[in-house]
Nanobody
Framework: QVQLVESGGGLVQAGGSLRLACAAS????????MAWFRQAPGKEREFVSR????????YYTDSVKGRFTLFRDNASDTVYPQMNSLKPEDTAVYYC?????????????????WGRGTQVTVSP
C-alpha cells in the first residue's frame, strides 16, 4: 500500500501563488508516476499534471501550462506543484494520485492510490 497526504492548500487572490505538497509513504518503491487532479464544485475530476518518478518527465494540461510546475524530492518521496498566476477558475479540491503500472495517463482510472485532497480557493 501507498499512502498519499496532500498539504498546502488555502485561499489566495487571483494572480497569486501557492505551493502544494504530496507526501508518499509505505511501499513507495512501487510508484512509477504521481499526478495531480482537481475537482471543482459541480464538475468532474480533471487531470492537471503528472511527473514520472524515475525520469522526472512532466506533463501538464493546457489550462495550466506555463503557470504550474511540478517538482519532486525523491529523498522524501514528495511532489510539489508550484502554482503561479492563479485564476478563479483554478478553484477546486486538488488530489494527489500515484500510478504503480507506469501508464501515467490523464484518466483517473490510470491511478491506483489517492490522497484525500486539499482545497484551493482563488478569489477574484
Amino acid at each position: 500500500q501507498v499512502q498519499l497526504v496532500e498539504s498546502g492548500g488555502g485561499l489566495v487572490q487571483a494572480g497569486g501563488s501557492l505551493r502544494l505538497a504530496c507526501a508518499a509513504s509505505g511501499r513507495t518503491f512501487s510508484v512509477r508516476a504521481m499526478a495531480w487532479f482537481r475537482q471543482a464544485p459541480g464538475k468532474e475530476r480533471e487531470f492537471v499534471s503528472r511527473i514520472m518518478w524515475d525520469s522526472g518527465s512532466t506533463y501538464y494540461t493546457d489550462s495550466v501550462k506555463g503557470r504550474f510546475t511540478l517538482f519532486r524530492d525523491n529523498a522524501s518521496d514528495t511532489v510539489y506543484p508550484q502554482m503561479n498566476s492563479l485564476k478563479p477558475e483554478d478553484t477546486a479540491v486538488y488530489y494527489c494520485a500515484a500510478d504503480r503500472r507506469g501508464t501515467a495517463g490523464i484518466r483517473s482510472n490510470d491511478y491506483f492510490y489517492w490522497g484525500r485532497g486539499t482545497q484551493v480557493t482563488v478569489s477574484p
